[in-house]
């Protein structure tokens, strides 16, 4: 007999309940199943196998530390399980509970089902501030603040696992998939995620709130812990609980009379809020698993599907639109899978108001792209920048705009988007403006070398802008917004600490 212990999105040792509470009940089993659903589905790139495959490494190492193995099977749930419980009689298993996409949804009903016919009980464990079957919003503020002050799960100092079938960790050509990587993806696992925790809260984080929205700067002031927080190799919980007690610190040697550099509780301030909205996103899928496919206000059905342009598509993924700004970000996503959130937003909303297409393919792309691709982040966050949502502001990046402000010298340009390495900063948002005989100069060809501007930014905006208020104005959507504010809006901050953003603060940064 022996308890399952069903590693999923938390490849982690450390705050894991499941394990904790499975290692003292007695013999366990703790498995990672390579799903092929999981594989196949449209977001999985391989970038996101190496993370995995890396956390795994680190979780054998840790696991056999305490005496146990790491069980590997390949296949369909619940067959794995079928199949496992023919080797082995199943007492329990225990889990973290997940908001996925829509497989892993579907796949987690057939658990249960098969779970139930055998009379096995299925514990479930949360792992962030998501409520399952939430009955309202009002009060989930402080239901958050509360399960992030929880006391941390210890580490089991000796789990007893039972001797089964070995089977070793799956290969990029054991699963059929493409061995492709981002070679500056961060690695995955849990000691480079505590690496980076500690350099956040040490050092980087002092200039956060200011450094956050520009790629260049926030690829330091920004915790980069989103892969981890993503698969697990940290908790929110611990995140969270070392950033407050980074606060105090800070806070108690002010007291005591020490400089501290006036930036940072202002940072802390912030980041807090970010691990706090990391759920609230996260909340609305949970609450809807629709909204991976359909809008948040069903109001605007029909805006876009009957619109969609393959050729925009497919140049918007390759970053050759011939907005700099948005190619250097799609470029860097090819080459690391992270760009900072403001760069995010403004791609999602380029794609979905400059390019008028439909935000579930572009959403789609994007998330394999992203190495954190965290489905109940990334959903809502992608009808939020293409205006569906219902109850948020309209807000249309100008790729020109944010090249000036978030990227002034040109360098981030320059580095993902080689073919512009010789244009002279003042030039680099609009190479097309280059006046014929500078470009010359300096062997530039223009609308040759890289491609002129795929839109105009001023008329697509208008079109968008004309369409989306067409609907905005509607007597169905304004009743339907309060109907979604009710149901997903963010209401007001947490008394003590402030940190939940005000219904209208959604997309604020
Ligand atoms: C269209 C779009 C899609 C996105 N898809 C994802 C996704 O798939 N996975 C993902 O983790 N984040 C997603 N985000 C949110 C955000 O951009 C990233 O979490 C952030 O850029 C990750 O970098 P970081 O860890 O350095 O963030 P930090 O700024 O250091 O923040 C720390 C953590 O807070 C959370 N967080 C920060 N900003 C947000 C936000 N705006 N909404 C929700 N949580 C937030 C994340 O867990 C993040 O790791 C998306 C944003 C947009 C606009």
Redesign the pocket.
């Known amino acids: 007999m022996a308890h399952l212990v069903w590693l999923k999105r938390d490849l982690r040792i450390d705050d894991h309940e499941a394990l904790a509470t499975a290692a003292a009940r007695g013999t366990c089993i703790v498995l990672y199943v390579y799903e092929p659903e999981y594989y196949a589905s449209p977001e999985f790139d391989p970038s996101h196998h190496t993370f995995i495959d890396a956390s795994l490494v680190e979780l054998e190492r840790d696991l056999a530390a305490r005496g146990a193995r790491l069980t590997y099977r390949y296949g369909a749930m619940p067959d794995v399980l079928d199949a496992l419980a023919r080797e082995i009689p199943i007492e329990s298993i225990s889990s973290h509970e997940e908001t996925g996409n829509a497989i892993t949804y579907a796949r987690d009903r057939r658990v249960r089902a098969w779970a139930a016919s055998r009379g096995i009980p299925w514990f479930e464990y949360a792992q962030n501030g998501v409520v399952r079957a939430l009955r309202t919003r009002d009060g989930w503020a402080k239901r958050w603040e509360a399960r992030m002050l929880r006391p941390i799960a210890d580490v089991p100092p000796r789990v007893v696992t039972a001797e089964i079938a070995h089977e070793s960790r799956r290969t990029f050509t054991d699963l059929g998939v493409v061995d492709r990587r981002k070679p500056e993806a961060l690695p995955g696992g849990s000691t480079a995620a505590q690496a980076l925790l500690a350099s956040f809260l040490a050092e980087r984080g002092v200039d956060?709130r200011r450094g956050?929205s520009s790629p260049v700067s926030g690829a330091v002031a920004?915790?980069?812990?989103?892969p981890y927080?993503?698969y697990g190799a940290i908790s929110l919980r611990r995140v969270y609980q070392a950033t407050l007690a980074r606060e105090r610190d800070l806070r108690a040697r002010k007291a005591d009379g020490e400089t501290i550099d006036g930036r940072w509780l202002g940072s802390l301030k912030s980041?807090s809020g970010?691990?706090h909205?990391?759920c609230?996103?996260m909340q609305k899928l949970e609450d809807e698993p629709a909204l991976e496919f359909t809008n948040q206000a069903r109001a605007y059905d029909g805006l876009r599907e009957n619109d969609f342009n393959a050729d925009r598509f497919a140049a918007w993924c390759d970053g050759r639109t011939g907005y700099p700004m948005i190619d250097a970000c799609m470029r860097s996503l090819h080459r690391g899978g992270?760009v900072?959130?403001r760069m995010?937003?403004m791609l999602?909303s380029f794609a979905s108001y400059h390019l008028w297409l439909h935000w579930r393919p572009t959403?789609v792309y994007?998330?394999s792209q992203?190495l954190?691709?965290?489905a109940g982040?990334?959903y809502p966050?992608?009808q939020m920048?293409s205006g569906t949502t219902g109850i948020n502001t309209l807000r249309i990046y100008s790729p020109t705009k944010q090249a000036l402000d978030q990227d002034p010298s040109g360098d981030f340009i320059r580095r993902y988007v080689p073919e512009l390495a010789r244009v002279p900063a003042p030039y680099i948002a609009e190479p097309h403006l280059m006046p014929p005989i500078l470009a010359a100069s300096i062997g530039y060809r223009i609308g040759v070398d890289y491609p002129l501007p795929i839109v105009d930014h001023k008329v697509a905006v208008a079109f968008a802008k004309d369409r989306i208020y067409g609907v905005r104005r509607g007597a169905e959507a304004k009743s339907e917004a309060k109907a979604v504010y009710v149901k997903h809006g963010s209401r007001k901050p947490t008394p003590r600490r402030q940190t939940a953003p005000r219904p209208a603060a959604d997309q604020r940064e």
């Open positions: 956060y956050m920004c915790s980069r812990m989103s927080l993503a980041y970010r691990l909205w990391h609230h996103f992270w900072n959130f995010r937003a999602m959403a994007l998330g992203f954190d691709f965290e982040i990334h966050q992608a920048q």
